[in-house]
């Protein structure tokens, strides 16, 4: 059974960081491509970035040069650094693998 939790969300000001984490079970983490998406309230769920078990990565335009993905094997850990926070950034996000979700962490920016 995979699980996945997400943290480090929170509140942030624009023009701030914060950095997510996603650490997963019940999979073989290594093989596996890994993604973030985020949803904004009253909006559909947004894909944002994505890195390949080869650690290539692909970013949404929306957040591209500001947000990195990274990934740690040793550690079943995905991350998400978020630099220059956007008002519009505020979401929950969340990284799922294949079919599995979970709970998301709230990220809200605001001065």
């Known amino acids: 059974q995979v699980q996945l939790v997400e943290s480090g969300g929170g509140l942030a000001q624009p023009g701030g960081t914060l950095r997510l984490s996603c650490v997963a079970s019940?999979?073989?983490?290594?093989?596996?491509?890994l993604e973030w998406y985020r949803q904004a309230p009253g909006k559909e769920r947004d894909w944002i970035s994505s890195?390949?078990?080869?650690?290539?990565?692909a970013y949404a335009d929306s957040v591209k040069g500001r947000f990195t993905i990274s990934r740690d094997n040793a550690e079943n850990t995905v991350y998400l650094q978020m630099d220059n926070l956007k008002p519009e950034d505020t979401a929950v996000y969340s990284c799922?693998?294949?079919?599995?979700w979970g709970q998301g962490t709230q990220v809200t920016v605001s001065s």
């Open positions: 890195i390949t078990r080869n650690s290539y990565t």
């Open positions: 019940g999979i073989i983490f290594s093989i596996n491509n």
């Open positions: 799922p693998i294949g079919t599995s």
